[in-house]
Every structure is written in structure tokens, then in C-alpha cells.
């Protein structure tokens, strides 16, 4: 059985320069993510939201980005699950992408919002119809007995609403503002690449580099 502390790789793909990298931080995400999607990495868009409730416990789950500009980064689910308490308790959460096959990590830190109600009913109607059903069928986060109550609240569901299910009131968008992100390239002999932005007293961004 492999040991542990014999499991290492050796980063060498690419570099990550003051001079190559973007000044703004959306652009340079941008452009980070074309090269995943286009690369083909499994799940491009799957990214570990950390928020932490009113005691200072973290926690983190994976969720999917579904949009991005300069407002921020959005993504949806419902409102009454753990990350969705927490974020109203404590607005401020963090977000991080992990390319392993580029070898790259992209983190990202702000405040988060809820998106306005028409985006959230834009978003929904573009869904499948079964992932809309579900959205309704799963008290997210709660204790259940077992799966079949999800299967009897899908059913139940699905023969309430047929093919038009509305988006429950329990389930909507969230927007990251970033004041904070950093881009993480790997590279030999972990000398690896950081470039931090972050929000001056002007709103502008300013880059720096950090040490691995």
C-alpha cells in the first residue's frame, strides 16, 4: 500500500509572471477558466464555497458557477440549506477553483448577496425539468428518514406542477463581490506562482506577488 507522505508530483506545466498575467483579476479569470473549459478538465465550473455560521464554524461544499461579470460570481440553491443559514448570518464566504490538470487554483473572497428575483427566475426556467422538480422535492440540509421521501416528494411534485414547476420561494441566486482574489500556478520544487488582487482605498486593484 502506498504511503502517504510518498505521494508527491512535480509541477511543471505552465508559469504564472507578473508580465503574462492580467491587471484586472475578472479578466484574468476569464481567461483561466476558457482555458479549463476548453482543456476539458472534468467539471470546469465546480467550485468549494467556505462560508462559517454565527459560532465561527466553517464549512465548505462544492457548488457550480453559473455566471460571472464585474458585479461578481453567481451561483443558486436553496436559501434555507446550511450555506444558505449561514450566509445570513454571516454574509462573507470564499470560493475556490482547483484545476488540477493545468495546476492551477483560483481563490476568491467577498461579500455575497442575493441576486434579484428576476435573474433567479430566469436562471430556474432554464433548468430540466427534473432538476426543477428537485429543487422542490429536497428540504436541502435537513435530517430525513430515507431517500424515499425525496422520491414521494418528486412524484408528488411532478404531479402538482406537470411541466411548469415555479421557482420555490426557498430557492434562488447568490453574487460574490470579490475584494480579494489570488491565482495559484504550480511549479518545480514547489516554487510556486501567487499573484494576489486586492481592493484599494480607490477600488482599484492592486497585484502583488506572494511567496509558496
Known sequence: MTQLTDLRKSYERAELSEDASLADPFEQFSKWLAEAIAAQVPEPNAMTLATVDSSMRPSTRVVLIKGFDAQGITWFTNYESRKGRELATNPWAALQFHWVELERVVRIEGRVDKVAEAESDAYFASRPLDSRIGAWASPQSQ??????????????????????????????????????????????????????????????????????
Not at 155 to 167: E, I, M, N, Q, V
Not at 189 to 202: E, N, T
Open 143 to 212: 435530517v430525513i428518514p430515507s431517500r424515499a421521501l425525496l422520491v414521494a416528494n418528486a412524484a408528488r411534485y411532478g404531479t402538482r406542477f406537470l411541466h411548469h414547476p415555479p421557482r420555490p420561494p426557498h430557492w434562488g441566486g447568490y453574487r460574490l463581490q470579490p475584494d480579494c482574489w489570488e491565482f495559484w500556478q504550480g511549479r518545480k520544487s514547489r516554487l510556486h506562482d501567487r499573484l494576489r488582487y486586492q481592493l484599494d482605498a480607490d477600488r482599484r486593484w492592486t497585484r502583488e506577488r506572494l511567496a509558496p
